[in-house]
């Protein structure tokens, strides 16, 4: 016989894949269970012992036979979109000559043959050289290849002299606000209304405009249930992905912010707009400039990107039936047997 404390008995009853374990209500008992007693090998007597000189409550807990491992597909997905940002007429930031719309491109490359090489899925490119693509044809692109994820990249800078110590990557995301029942009628996927602003928990102070050009062609909003779901996939996604780069570059810290892009809130797949750095910052500049630094990114985006899928392809330990644990209601404290 042995005693475990309870964080201890839920590690091992895990290990033997027993799945639910039912604990009286705390009520039954004055004092916290300080210890559980086992014995026995593939059928445990369970004994809890309070705090106090309490009537001791018993369980017996039914171990099933091993279960056999779930076999999990590598983590994949069926296509992806990578969006290099701005393209053609529009060039997004520039600063002494650089322009935001060939570090885009130059990077969005290098993340399309790194995501090819570790075989995720079918990558896609809404561009993959120097031509303007509207943002509705970017959004309508992820719906045509049936992209599971879409990942937009883009260069950032700040509007003020003062503020161009700012560096670093960000991740955005679809803000909660696309939760509200009123979303749509503040935002549309149909023309340059609020398409260009930063809003919510990002930092308008340091984000240009990075929405692009729209064509005359309507596109509908995903519906309220569906953007619940790309708001959950794409934090988890932004937070992945954010994790990488804070490794990879490596970066203080990358936060995640949420906003209302054309492309975050129109594309119906999770989507996330990365910040790659800061062009207004002259050290951020050379490096976003540099083909090895670009790799490394690109490098760090994949992990990220790689991570979120294995995440979502990791087990989950299903619910066992109730009847693998009994709890004699007679034997604990103040119950009624009745």
Same mark, same amino acid.
């Given at each position: 016989?042995?005693?475990?404390?309870?964080?201890?008995?839920?590690?091992?009853?895990?290990?033997?894949? +027993?799945?639910?374990? $039912?604990?009286?209500?705390?009520?039954? %008992?004055?004092n916290s269970v300080e210890n559980i007693w086992l014995e026995g090998i593939n059928r445990f007597r369970v004994l809890m012992e309070t705090s106090e000189d309490q009537p001791l409550p018993s369980a017996e807990v039914v171990?099933?036979?091993?279960?056999? &491992?779930?076999?999990?597909?590598?983590?994949?997905?069926?296509?992806?979109?990578?969006?290099?940002?701005?393209?053609?007429?529009?060039?997004?930031?520039?600063?002494?000559?650089?322009?935001?719309?060939?570090?885009?491109?130059?990077?969005? +490359?290098?993340?399309?043959?790194?995501?090819?090489?570790?075989?995720?899925?079918?990558?896609?490119?809404?561009?993959? !050289?120097?031509?303007?693509?509207? $943002?509705?044809?970017?959004?309508?692109?992820?719906?045509?290849?049936?992209?599971?994820?879409?990942?937009?990249?883009?260069?950032?800078?700040?509007?003020?002299?003062?503020?161009?110590?700012?560096?670093?990557?960000?991740?955005?995301?679809?803000?909660?606000?696309?939760?509200? !029942?009123?979303? *749509?009628?503040? %935002?549309?996927?149909?023309?340059?209304?609020?398409?260009?602003?930063?809003?919510?928990?990002? *930092?308008?102070?340091?984000?240009?405009?990075?929405?692009?050009?729209?064509?005359?062609?309507?596109?509908?909003? &995903?519906?309220?249930?569906?953007?619940? *779901?790309?708001?959950?996939?794409?934090?988890? +996604?932004?937070?992945?992905?954010?994790?990488?780069?804070?490794?990879?570059?490596?970066?203080?810290?990358? &936060?995640?912010?949420?906003?209302?892009?054309?492309?975050?809130?129109?594309?119906?797949? &999770?989507?996330?707009?990365?910040?790659?750095?800061?062009?207004?910052?002259?050290?951020?500049?050379?490096? $976003?400039?540099?083909?090895?630094?670009q790799k490394r990114l690109a490098v760090s985006l994949a992990s990220g990107i790689k991570n979120y899928l294995s995440e979502k392809a990791a087990p989950t330990i299903p619910a066992a039936p109730d009847s693998l644990v009994?709890?004699?209601?007679?034997? +604990?404290?103040?119950?009624?047997?009745?």
């Amino acid at each position: 016989m042995r005693v475990l404390s309870i964080r201890n008995l839920t590690k091992l009853l895990c290990g033997l894949t +027993l799945v639910s374990f $039912l604990m009286p209500p705390q009520g039954a %008992w004055s004092n916290s269970v300080e210890n559980i007693w086992l014995e026995g090998i593939n059928r445990f007597r369970v004994l809890m012992e309070t705090s106090e000189d309490q009537p001791l409550p018993s369980a017996e807990v039914v171990i099933p036979p091993p279960l056999e &491992p779930a076999i999990h597909p590598e983590a994949s997905l069926s296509s992806l979109l990578v969006d290099p940002g701005h393209g053609g007429i529009d060039f997004g930031t520039k600063e002494k000559k650089i322009y935001e719309k060939t570090i885009n491109l130059a990077v969005s +490359l290098l993340l399309a043959e790194e995501l090819r090489k570790q075989q995720i899925g079918q990558v896609y490119l809404t561009r993959d !050289s120097d031509v303007a693509v509207s $943002l509705q044809e970017r959004s309508r692109k992820a719906k045509e290849k049936k992209a599971d994820l879409f990942v937009s990249i883009h260069v950032n800078a700040v509007r003020h002299k003062r503020d161009r110590s700012a560096s670093g990557p960000r991740v955005y995301h679809l803000s909660r606000h696309a939760l509200s !029942s009123n979303y *749509e009628r503040n %935002w549309s996927c149909h023309d340059k209304k609020n398409t260009s602003r930063n809003v919510g928990e990002a *930092e308008a102070n340091t984000t240009m405009e990075i929405e692009g050009h729209l064509s005359s062609e309507n596109l509908e909003m &995903p519906s309220l249930p569906r953007r619940m *779901e790309l708001v959950t996939q794409g934090d988890s +996604l932004a937070h992945e992905i954010a994790g990488a780069l804070r490794v990879g570059i490596p970066a203080r810290s990358v &936060p995640v912010l949420q906003a209302n892009f054309f492309v975050l809130r129109c594309t119906d797949a &999770p989507t996330v707009l990365v910040e790659i750095g800061f062009l207004t910052n002259s050290i951020e500049a050379k490096k $976003l400039q540099d083909p090895q630094y670009q790799k490394r990114l690109a490098v760090s985006l994949a992990s990220g990107i790689k991570n979120y899928l294995s995440e979502k392809a990791a087990p989950t330990i299903p619910a066992a039936p109730d009847s693998l644990v009994k709890v004699p209601q007679d034997s +604990l404290p103040g119950s009624d047997s009745r």
